[in-house]
């Protein structure tokens, strides 16, 4: 499963830099309102394909729905922000700052093995921080 994460992953992360390229290029000609309803309208296509899953539990959806709350806003607002400022690069580098977060929120509230991982994933967290301040500093 990990080579498959990896390769979807990667791809993602391409189709990612991709959106902020056009973004940063077009979003002051035809603006930001325009993109964000045509990216809800392909996810709400791409709903059907990803077929039925079983029920998860009430404390499952619970989080699933706040996560999903959380997301719904947060992907936007990058794109938004490229859009407004033009500074794709910029964000994207401050955006990467997620890592650090998401280590220590997960130390705090982790619930599957990610534990196990904490020291490694701190690690690599710290030297993507030293690459953020270096780029911030250039």
């Known amino acids: 499963h990990r080579r498959a994460a990896v390769g979807w992953a990667m791809g ?7 959106v902020d390229v056009l973004t940063q290029g077009y979003a002051r000609q035809s603006g930001v309102a325009f993109f964000q309803p045509v990216m809800f309208v392909v996810l709400a296509a791409m709903t059907p394909l990803l077929g039925s899953t079983p029920s998860a539990p ?45 280590v220590g929120i997960d130390a705090w509230k982790g619930e599957g093995n990610a534990r196990e991982y904490w020291i490694a994933r701190l690690a690599g967290s710290i030297l993507l921080l030293g690459a953020i301040v270096l780029a911030l500093i250039k």
């Open 12 to 18: 993602a992360s391409i189709l990612f830099a991709l």
């Open 58 to 102: 009430l404390i499952a959806k619970k989080r699933l729905l706040l996560g999903g709350a959380i997301i719904g806003f947060q992907a936007p607002l990058v794109i938004m922000l490229i859009g407004l400022f033009g500074q794709a690069t910029l964000i994207n580098i401050l955006y990467a700052t997620r890592t650090i977060w998401s």
